[in-house]
């Protein structure tokens, strides 16, 4: 298992009987899991002592309980910052775990001696965005949605990258690649973050299962003659790190050599010592920038 364990503003305090008690910064969350199966006693204070608490309905969804927490804040990790805000569906505007991938990514681009262009897609708040851009690549953003976009700019700016070579796209992350293949323009790295399910701006459907393949085999079509990365994060049940390796083995490989690894992501729990996982993420690299670096 790949772990982030580089955060100092955020921790995994302690889990039990399907939920995480979270330190974000100088506030601390209790949040459902549902890969929290196991029962052990909430003996931590923090489990009581809690700025925000966000409960399960059983109809689906749910909604946040507070307790004097301000209706946002902001941690940092290494030179990057970020905003948060509890928001719907029990997210903060941040995935901890993708640290782990910042890290990976970023070293690449540091040590690549010569410009890199990465791509971002299904780009969110803009974690890997602003972790490329200080490392030192180009990069092109893309969300479908205008509100998360807007975020990640507010999230640059905070992290000293306002003036990064940093291009902001709200647009159908299919659709633009369909057009960047059009265009002729190419992509030293490609990062996709793709949600389970979703809907196009005319209503088309996204299952991830059904899609990511094609999708991938789009984007090969945008990668350089010397590409350095490609990484894919999944949240899905269905989609293994196995699955996620096999498909970029049969992908990429042929066509550009490299290697690929696939492992579940996770973060410590300082209470008890285990790392609750987190989703599952796919790594290609160069044959170049691959031996020693993973």
């Not at 899991?33 to 059983?58: A, C, F, L, M």
């Not at 899609?211 to 350095?228: A, Y």
């Not at 729990?269 to 285990?274: A, D, H, K, P, Q």
């Amino acid at each position: 298992m790949w772990i982030a364990d580089g955060w100092k503003d955020y921790e995994v305090i302690d889990a039990s009987e399907g939920e995480k008690l979270e330190r974000w910064g100088r506030y601390l969350l209790i949040r459902p899991d549902p890969q929290v199966i196991w029962h052990t006693p909430k003996t931590h204070p923090g489990w009581e002592k809690r700025n925000g608490h966000y409960h399960r309905s059983s109809r689906g969804g749910g909604e946040w309980e507070f307790f004097d927490l301000p209706k946002t804040w902001d941690i940092s990790y290494g030179n990057l910052n970020f905003h948060l805000q509890p928001f719907q569906f029990k997210h903060t505007g941040i995935f901890p775990e993708q640290a782990v991938n910042w890290d990976w990514f970023g070293e690449k681009i540091r040590r690549a001696g010569r410009p890199v262009k990465v791509l971002n897609l299904f780009a969110y708040t803009g974690g890997a965005t602003l972790a490329a851009a200080a490392a030192g690549a180009q990069v092109t953003h893309v969300d479908a949605s205008k509100g998360m976009v807007s975020w990640a700019k507010d999230n640059a700016a905070a992290s000293g990258l306002a003036g990064a070579p940093i291009r902001w796209l709200v647009d159908d992350c299919v659709k633009f690649v369909e057009r960047e293949i059009r265009r002729g323009n190419h992509y030293d790295g490609i990062i996709m973050d793709p949600p389970s399910y979703g809907r196009g701006p005319k209503g088309e459907i996204w299952k991830i299962e059904e899609k990511i393949h094609s999708f991938l085999q789009l984007c090969m079509e945008i990668l350089s003659e010397e590409p350095l990365f490609f990484l894919i994060n999944s949240y899905t049940t269905g989609l293994q790190p196995a699955v996620l390796s096999y498909m970029m083995n049969t992908e990429i490989v042929p066509r550009f050599g490299g290697r690929v690894e696939a492992q579940e992501i996770g973060l410590p729990v300082s209470e008890n010592g285990l790392v609750l996982p987190c989703g599952a993420s796919g790594r290609w690299q160069s044959s170049s920038h691959a031996a020693g670096m993973t």
